[in-house]
């Protein structure tokens, strides 16, 4: 008997190829000092170290009066009001058997031990002292009441944002709380993103009523790209190349220049027309991956001469499953994030899903009001509406049914697309 022509390679477990994958991916070496106001995402170079306490000293949590406790340990204690602080201001030592006016954010003045709100306060007029002067402390304190204490979010010297941490909106405002106004990051990874298919024409050069049979608008492309920005990437869009392959080797050869990944969607198959294969490999090297997981089978990784290569494949939901899932990781570790692992939560299926498949499957859903799961009832990888209806994927191991109930691990698209 002859041997078949071409014999199909055997498929990739995701963790195995996540793990290779991520092996290739050396941290990019070169970092650039930003504003605080424009590092929203960007990836710290080193730890951010405080030179100062936060809060810097004691202050009040609360408006109200700032007293000792041993001089209203009784209850309805009148006390004079000998002076006011407000946030920005230092106020004087407490003298005993007085209170002081105090504002949200003003230094605990030397002696006082606690502030009463100003709720549990009587302000009154007492014969001969102007209004204003006394104040009636209804509420017995306890020490350390409605104070912050120095240090008590940041302490000097402590580390408080480290390494390889993806900076996010409250990370910008916890470095400004400690006087930093730039920011030491790893620079951008620069990545040169086309596609690959004669089939394909753009949004706007040809309308919808003028579409040659066969013809379809790229999709990928308008995805991509916005997943790479996100991601924090400078993007250099090379457009769509055609199916040829002296085309395709002067894509990647211009591509290859100051870029650290090409990105290409469609052409990592076998067939005739799929080009991307023997124009990488004239330039560097390929491997092709067949990896267990649905949508998404075909992925390439390699090298034109040293810029990393990926290739997705054309499927538009393919595309987009299988650039979370790997390329987004490869991204994060090019930058230095430590921490790159997705994470799943169990959530209760509200479907049935009896067509258990040899691949690990990615079942695109979306949360209920009732808390559970519903799922889009056209999975097939071609079909983008379903993850713009959903908003997220089920993580389902390979073989597995799903019985409606049944704890399901839920991934949300929040979680990949941050």
Excluded at 4 to 10: D, E, G, K, T
Excluded at 46 to 64: C, I, K
Excluded at 128 to 145: D, F
Aim: proline share 8%; glycine share 10%.
């Amino acid at each position: 008997m002859n041997a078949p022509l071409h014999s199909a390679p055997p498929l990739k477990n995701l963790d195995s190829a996540l793990a290779e994958l991520l092996g290739f991916a050396a941290v990019l070496t070169d970092e650039e000092s930003v504003s605080t106001f424009d590092a929203d995402g960007r990836v710290l170079a080193h730890d951010v170290v405080s030179a100062l306490h936060v809060p810097p000293q004691d202050n009040s949590s609360m408006d109200g009066y700032a007293v000792r406790c041993a001089d209203v340990s009784q209850g309805q204690a009148v006390l004079p009001v000998t002076q006011r602080i407000a946030a920005g201001s230092c106020g004087e030592p407490l003298a005993p058997l007085s209170a002081a006016r105090i504002f949200t954010g003003a230094p605990i003045p030397p002696g006082a031990d606690a502030v009463v709100m100003q709720e549990d306060c009587e302000v009154f007029k007492d014969d001969g002292v102007p209004e204003g002067s006394k104040v009636r402390i209804k509420a017995v304190p306890v020490p350390g009441q409605w104070i912050r204490r120095a240090g008590e979010d940041v302490t000097i010297g402590s580390v408080v944002l480290s390494k390889g941490e993806r900076l996010t909106p409250a990370s910008l405002g916890l470095a400004a709380s400690i006087g930093m106004n730039l920011l030491p990051v790893v620079r951008r990874p620069r990545v040169a993103l086309f596609s690959t298919g004669d089939e394909l024409v753009m949004p706007g050069d040809v309308a919808p009523g003028q579409m040659k049979p066969g013809n379809i608008y790229n999709s990928n492309r308008f995805f991509l790209r916005a997943l790479l920005l996100r991601l924090g990437c400078e993007v250099s869009d090379l457009g769509i190349v055609p199916d040829r392959l002296d085309a395709t080797v002067q894509a990647l050869q211009q591509a290859a220049q100051q870029h650290d990944l090409i990105l290409t969607s469609g052409g990592v198959s076998v067939g005739e027309e799929d080009h991307i294969k023997p124009a990488v490999q004239s330039l560097g090297t390929l491997d092709l991956w067949q990896i267990a997981i649905k949508p998404g089978k075909p992925f390439a990784y390699g090298r034109v001469q040293e810029v990393h290569f990926i290739g997705l494949p054309g499927n538009p939901v393919s595309s987009f499953v299988t650039f979370l899932l790997l390329v987004r990781p490869f991204l994060l570790k090019l930058q230095g994030v430590t921490q790159v692992a997705i994470k799943s939560i169990a959530v209760p299926a509200h479907f049935t899903w009896t067509r258990a498949d040899k691949r690990r499957e990615f079942l695109r859903v979306r949360r209920n009001a009732a808390g559970g799961l519903d799922l889009f009832p056209n999975q097939s990888s071609g079909v983008l509406t379903s993850a713009v209806w959903g908003d997220g994927v089920v993580d389902n191991p390979p073989g597995q049914t799903i019985q409606h109930g049944d704890a399901v691990r839920f991934i949300p698209f929040s979680e990949m697309l941050g």
